[in-house]
């Protein structure tokens, strides 16, 4: 399958611990975006990428949270000293062109 | 915040009804998707319908924009019970990035 994975697919942390996930996108998709979703909502813009250039960042985006992609392929997003307000869904979409995205299954983020 | 208003919020109905959803968003759009979720899972594209276009089928899902109105409709026809799931319309302002609405739960009855 070619579609956009994500890993780990679940997460339970403690709070104040800092967690990492990664995203693969579709291989020809140069453009990567986080979004974040929590119970009962829509998915909430983080931030995007076009290549390994950082383009766009929520003011969701805490100092708290960092992304990267370095070599403009898989991407990750950091969460330092995790708070349980992060708990959420944290999805990752990728796209050729400024329309389609496509989102992969997400990582599911519990802190305790 | 979000901009897309979906409506309505839950709909039920029984196996082999059309359902319809709606949504409405605040400010200009360069196209508007509708995206499907299942439970626990991550979003499927559905389709995708640009500022310029007033109506777009894909197989069962028929889906019409009214950029007057700030509208669209996502029309499901024969719905099945694998069509159970909550549905979103995601607004692109050109500002790659999307803005989402907060879904419609669709149950379908057997």
């Known amino acids: 399958d070619t579609g956009v994975s994500q890993d780990p697919r679940h997460k339970i942390t403690k709070r104040g611990q800092n967690v990492t996930f990664r995203c693969d996108p579709i291989s020809e998709h140069n453009r990567l975006y986080w979004y974040r979703q929590t119970l009962g909502q829509g998915p909430e813009f983080l931030t995007y990428?076009?290549?390994?250039?950082?383009?766009?960042k929520s003011r969701l985006l805490s100092d708290r949270f960092s992304a990267e992609r370095p070599k403009g392929s898989f991407s990750t997003l950091e969460i330092q000293r995790t708070e349980q307000g992060d708990s959420a869904m944290y999805l990752c979409?990728?796209?050729?062109?400024?329309?389609?995205?496509?989102f992969g299954p997400g990582t599911r983020l519990t802190v305790l | 915040s979000q901009q897309g208003e979906e409506d309505p919020q839950a709909l039920s109905i029984q196996e082999g009804e059309n359902a319809t959803m709606n949504c409405s968003y605040k400010t200009s759009i360069n196209n508007l998707q509708w995206y499907r979720q299942n439970s626990g899972r991550g979003l499927v594209h559905l389709i995708l319908i640009r500022s310029n276009e007033r109506e777009k089928h894909s197989g069962r899902l028929r889906v019409t924009l009214d950029t007057s109105k700030k509208s669209s409709s996502l029309l499901i026809t024969a719905s099945r019970a694998a069509d159970t799931a909550s549905y979103f319309c995601a607004t692109d302002r050109g500002a790659q990035k999307l803005v989402f609405g907060q879904g419609t739960r669709l149950t379908i009855n057997p």
């Open positions: 990428f076009q290549n390994e250039a950082q383009l766009e």
């Open positions: 979409a990728s796209s050729s062109r400024a329309d389609t995205q496509y």
